[in-house]
């Protein structure tokens, strides 16, 4: 039996086909069947045809193989080796396989997306990018910002410019819109900006348009609340200072008892309902202990001046939670993995994951715990203590961008804010305690009502709904 293949080595761009021819002459004495199959990678984008070849003694026979790479990342640039077996139906001993080169040529496809296309927020949003390389080869992009109008004054943080994507693979980049200056009050305002991705060798720049919504400070009904009340204050004080002066006439006008011994103001009462004979003034006590009558409120705007001597104090307002005090606790420990809670590569950047790691007491596990007391419950507000020259106090928190994400971030205002828990709902937590596991508790947020979960060893942390027989949700926060 004699083969040959032409070409050995063949070009084909993925998504296209390449054929190559096979010869085999039967140089045996006898009439044979010989049974053709393509092996290696490329085999499986051959097709052979025909797969048989039945020769007499003498005589040759020529097969084609047809090689149909897909345009995916499976089929890898570069020169793929394969072979053809060929073998006979009588003499199988006498099996032969020839061997060839298939090389693929390369092809760029790299595709973006923004998760969310268009963000929410009064001061800022998050935003991740999403990057994959369809192509079949490894490509480096670059990620940068534009904004999409000139009178717009959005910042763009982007936190990974650069990228390395491998391929089939996806690499993602976070980043923070910011807008110039806060709304206080009106409609939202829409900001146009754009991302764009950058490939270094192969393929064309992708640009994404995204949009941030900002929202006002102060919701429009507040707005038109306070204009309300200020109009009622000027009213207030227009009628008090235009009724107070017939006060002091009546108090002129009134007789004087015989006994006063000096001057004494006099405080207009209510008719009595029975009918008297003669009214009689009442005396006030003298100047030295007498207080002049108090201003109405502005909650009482278009109402006459009060009747009575004594105005009505406005009830108590609801006391503030007061901070209990800040207890380092050192690593935070899970239960189900027995691993602590951790910054990725020790990044104590605002916006970073956490995960889960072995326990190592390092600065990136170490953490404090604020303690609020809210009546009737306890809050916690948990602070990353462990690099205290990093800029920024950093808290844990849920994305609210993403609430599927716990990150850390910064607080409002740095130790003085928490001090006078100046927090957000999304990073105030509720300690619930475990039966039989005084160690453990759950962490519930106060903002999403999940608790804090993880999702196995070395992975990222989660929030998913409360369930104190999960332990992945068990975490002990004094774990010294």
Same mark, same amino acid.
């Given at each position: 039996?004699?083969?040959?293949?032409?070409?050995?080595?063949?070009?084909?761009?993925?998504?296209?086909?390449?054929?190559?021819?096979?010869?085999?002459?039967?140089?045996?004495?006898?009439?044979?069947?010989?049974?053709?199959?393509?092996?290696?990678?490329?085999?499986?984008?051959?097709?052979?045809?025909?797969?048989? !070849? =039945? +020769?007499? /003694? $003498?005589?040759?026979?020529?097969? @084609?193989?047809?090689?149909? *790479?897909? #345009?995916?990342?499976?089929?890898?640039?570069?020169?793929?080796?394969?072979?053809?077996?060929?073998?006979?139906?009588?003499?199988?001993?006498?099996?032969?396989?020839?061997?060839?080169?298939?090389?693929?040529?390369?092809?760029?496809?790299?595709?973006?997306?923004?998760?969310?296309?268009?963000?929410?927020?009064?001061?800022?949003?998050?935003?991740?990018?999403?990057?994959?390389?369809?192509?079949?080869?490894?490509?480096?992009?670059?990620?940068?910002?534009?904004?999409?109008?000139?009178?717009?004054?959005?910042?763009?943080?982007?936190?990974?410019?650069? !990228? =390395? +994507?491998? /391929? $089939?693979?996806?690499?993602?980049? @976070?980043?923070?819109?910011? *807008?110039? #200056?806060?709304?206080?009050?009106?409609?939202?305002?829409?900001?146009?900006?754009?991302?764009?991705?950058?490939?270094?060798?192969?393929?064309?720049?992708?640009?994404?348009?995204?949009?941030?919504?900002?929202?006002?400070?102060?919701?429009?009904?507040?707005?038109?609340?306070?204009?309300?009340?200020?109009?009622?204050?000027?009213?207030?004080?227009?009628?008090?200072?235009?009724?107070?002066?017939?006060?002091?006439?009546?108090?002129?006008?009134?007789?004087?008892?015989?006994?006063?011994?000096?001057?004494?103001?006099?405080?207009?009462?209510?008719?009595?309902?029975?009918?008297?004979?003669?009214?009689?003034?009442?005396?006030?006590?003298?100047?030295?202990?007498?207080?002049?009558?108090?201003?109405?409120?502005?909650?009482?705007?278009?109402?006459?001046?009060?009747?009575?001597?004594?105005?009505?104090?406005?009830?108590?307002?609801?006391?503030?939670?007061?901070?209990?005090?800040?207890?380092?606790?050192?690593?935070?420990?899970?239960?189900?993995?027995?691993?602590?809670?951790?910054?990725?590569?020790?990044?104590?950047?605002?916006?970073?994951?956490?995960?889960?790691?072995?326990?190592?007491?390092?600065?990136?596990?170490?953490?404090?715990?604020?303690?609020?007391?809210?009546?009737?419950?306890?809050?916690?507000?948990?602070?990353?203590?462990?690099?205290?020259?990093?800029?920024?106090?950093?808290?844990?928190?849920?994305?609210?961008?993403?609430?599927?994400?716990?990150?850390?971030?910064?607080?409002?205002?740095?130790?003085?804010?928490?001090?006078?828990?100046?927090?957000?709902?999304?990073?105030?937590?509720?300690?619930?305690?475990?039966?039989?596991?005084?160690?453990?508790?759950?962490?519930?947020?106060?903002?999403?009502?999940?608790?804090?979960?993880?999702?196995?060893?070395?992975?990222?942390?989660?929030?998913?709904?409360?369930?104190?027989?999960?332990?992945?949700?068990?975490?002990?926060?004094?774990?010294?």
């Amino acid at each position: 039996m004699w083969v040959d293949l032409n070409p050995v080595t063949a070009d084909v761009e993925p998504g296209a086909e390449a054929t190559v021819e096979l010869t085999v002459r039967n140089t045996g004495d006898i009439v044979e069947e010989y049974h053709l199959q393509a092996t290696g990678d490329p085999g499986k984008w051959a097709v052979v045809e025909p797969q048989t !070849l =039945r +020769l007499y /003694p $003498g005589t040759t026979g020529t097969a @084609r193989l047809t090689f149909s *790479p897909p #345009r995916s990342p499976d089929a890898q640039a570069g020169p793929q080796s394969y072979a053809v077996k060929v073998t006979p139906r009588e003499d199988r001993e006498n099996t032969f396989a020839i061997e060839g080169v298939l090389q693929v040529a390369e092809f760029a496809d790299i595709r973006a997306e923004l998760m969310p296309a268009t963000t929410r927020g009064w001061h800022r949003g998050r935003v991740r990018l999403a990057v994959d390389n369809f192509s079949n080869t490894a490509a480096s992009a670059s990620v940068a910002s534009g904004s999409g109008s000139s009178n717009s004054n959005l910042q763009v943080d982007i936190r990974t410019p650069a !990228l =390395r +994507l491998q /391929p $089939g693979r996806a690499q993602f980049s @976070r980043f923070n819109v910011r *807008p110039g #200056r806060l709304l206080w009050f009106g409609t939202k305002a829409r900001h146009q900006y754009t991302i764009t991705v950058s490939p270094s060798g192969l393929g064309q720049p992708v640009s994404l348009q995204g949009t941030y919504l900002q929202s006002a400070l102060l919701p429009r009904w507040l707005q038109r609340l306070l204009m309300f009340a200020a109009a009622g204050a000027v009213a207030v004080l227009a009628l008090w200072f235009g009724i107070h002066p017939s006060f002091a006439s009546s108090t002129q006008a009134s007789p004087q008892p015989a006994a006063a011994s000096g001057p004494q103001v006099i405080v207009i009462q209510p008719t009595p309902a029975a009918p008297s004979s003669s009214p009689t003034p009442t005396p006030t006590p003298t100047p030295s202990s007498a207080a002049p009558p108090p201003k109405p409120s502005t909650s009482q705007a278009g109402a006459p001046p009060a009747s009575t001597s004594k105005p009505v104090a406005p009830p108590p307002s609801s006391p503030k939670p007061s901070a209990l005090g800040q207890i380092k606790t050192g690593n935070i420990l899970n239960y189900a993995t027995n691993q602590s809670v951790d910054l990725y590569q020790d990044n104590f950047t605002s916006g970073q994951q956490v995960e889960l790691w072995q326990t190592l007491h390092n600065d990136a596990q170490g953490w404090s715990v604020w303690l609020y007391d809210d009546h009737p419950t306890v809050d916690l507000v948990i602070q990353s203590t462990g690099k205290p020259d990093s800029a920024g106090t950093k808290v844990l928190e849920v994305d609210p961008g993403n609430p599927a994400n716990v990150v850390i971030s910064d607080d409002f205002g740095g130790v003085p804010g928490l001090q006078a828990k100046a927090v957000a709902d999304y990073q105030e937590w509720n300690l619930a305690n475990i039966p039989n596991h005084d160690t453990y508790g759950v962490l519930k947020n106060r903002h999403t009502g999940t608790c804090l979960s993880g999702q196995g060893a070395e992975k990222w942390l989660t929030v998913a709904p409360c369930n104190t027989g999960d332990q992945n949700q068990w975490f002990a926060l004094f774990a010294l």
